[in-house]
T-cell receptor, first 115, second 112 residues
Framework: DQQVKQNSPSLSVQEGRISILNCDYT??????FLWYKKYPAEGPTFLIS?????DKNEDGRFTVFLNKSAKHLSLHIVPSQPGDSAVYFC??????????????FGQGTTLQVKP | DVKVTQSSRYLVKRTGEKVFLECVQD?????MFWYRQDPGLGLRLIYF???????EKGDIPEGYSVSREKKERFSLILESASTNQTSMYLC???????????FGDGTRLSIL
C-alpha cells in the first residue's frame, strides 16, 4: 500500500517557466514533509521541507505548498533552470507517538528542463 | 558539512554469497538508515538504527540484517544474496527524527 504517491513519473518544462511537482498521501498522521532531489549516480539531497502546521514554505526559487484537507503537497520551482533536471522525491514522516523519523517516500518524478 | 560515505560505488556478487555494505557518517548522528531504490518504487526502508547495537526493521527487511557496533558505522548484510536484491542501496543519517536525513552516494549492487 503506497502511502505517498507521485502520480507523474516525468515532467518536461521549458527553461524559465514554472515546474510544478505533485505528491499525494493517505496517512493523516504524517506531520512533516520533505522534498529531495537526486541526480544520477548520486544520493538524494535535501531540498525543502514543511511542517503540517504550515501551508507554505519558501526557499529561493523553491516553494512547497501543503493542502492538509486534500492530503496533497506540491513543489514549485520558479524559474526552472536546466540544472534542475533530476529526479524529485516527496517524503513524509509520521508524527506523534509514532514519530520514529522514518521517511516514507513517493516513487519519484523525473523533471527535465529544456534550454 | 555532513558526510555520509558508502564504501563501494559499484559491486558485483554471485547468488548465495554473503555481502557486506558499509556506511560511515562523520557528524556523530544518532540515527542511521538503509534504503534500496528501484525504478517506479522510490526509496524503501530496509533497516534503521537509533543507537549503537540497536536496530529496527523497516518495510522490507527480509533477506537482510544489519550491524551497528560503533556510532559512526552502520553495515547492511545480505545473508545469502539473490538476484532480486540487485538494486541501488542508499545509506542515510540524521541527528534526530525531525531533521532531514543526509544520504551517501549509494552502492549499485548487481547479483549474478
Amino acid at each position: 500500500d503506497q502511502q505517498v504517491k507521485q502520480n507523474s513519473p516525468s515532467l518536461s518544462v521549458q527553461e524559465g517557466r514554472i515546474s510544478i511537482l505533485n505528491c499525494d498521501y493517505t496517512n493523516s498522521m504524517f506531520d512533516y514533509f520533505l522534498w529531495y532531489k537526486k541526480y544520477p549516480a548520486e544520493g538524494p539531497t535535501f531540498l525543502i521541507s514543511i511542517s503540517s502546521i504550515k501551508d507554505k514554505n519558501e526557499d529561493g526559487r523553491f516553494t512547497v505548498f501543503l493542502n492538509k484537507s486534500a492530503k496533497h503537497l506540491s513543489l514549485h520551482i520558479v524559474p526552472s533552470q536546466p540544472g534542475d533536471s533530476a529526479v524529485y522525491f516527496c517524503a513524509a514522516v509520521e508524527g506523534g507517538s509514532s514519530n520514529t523519523g522514518k521517511l516514507i517516500f513517493g516513487q519519484g518524478t523525473t523533471l527535465q528542463v529544456k534550454p | 558539512d555532513v558526510k555520509v560515505t558508502q564504501s563501494s560505488r559499484y559491486l558485483v556478487k554471485r547468488t548465495g554469497e554473503k555481502v557486506f555494505l558499509e556506511c560511515v557518517q562523520d557528524m556523530d548522528h544518532e540515527n542511521m538508515f538503509w534504503y534500496r531504490q528501484d525504478p517506479g518504487l522510490g526509496l524503501r526502508l530496509i533497516y534503521f538504527s537509533y543507537d549503537v547495537k540497536m536496530k529496527e526493521k523497516g518495510d522490507i527487511p527480509e533477506g537482510y540484517s544489519v550491524s551497528r557496533e560503533k556510532k559512526e558505522r552502520f553495515s547492511l548484510i545480505l545473508e545469502s544474496a539473490s538476484t532480486n536484491q540487485t538494486s541501488m542501496y542508499l545509506c542515510a543519517s540524521t541527528a534526530d527524527s525531525n531533521q532531514p536525513q543526509h544520504f551517501g552516494d549509494g552502492t549499485r549492487l548487481s547479483i549474478l
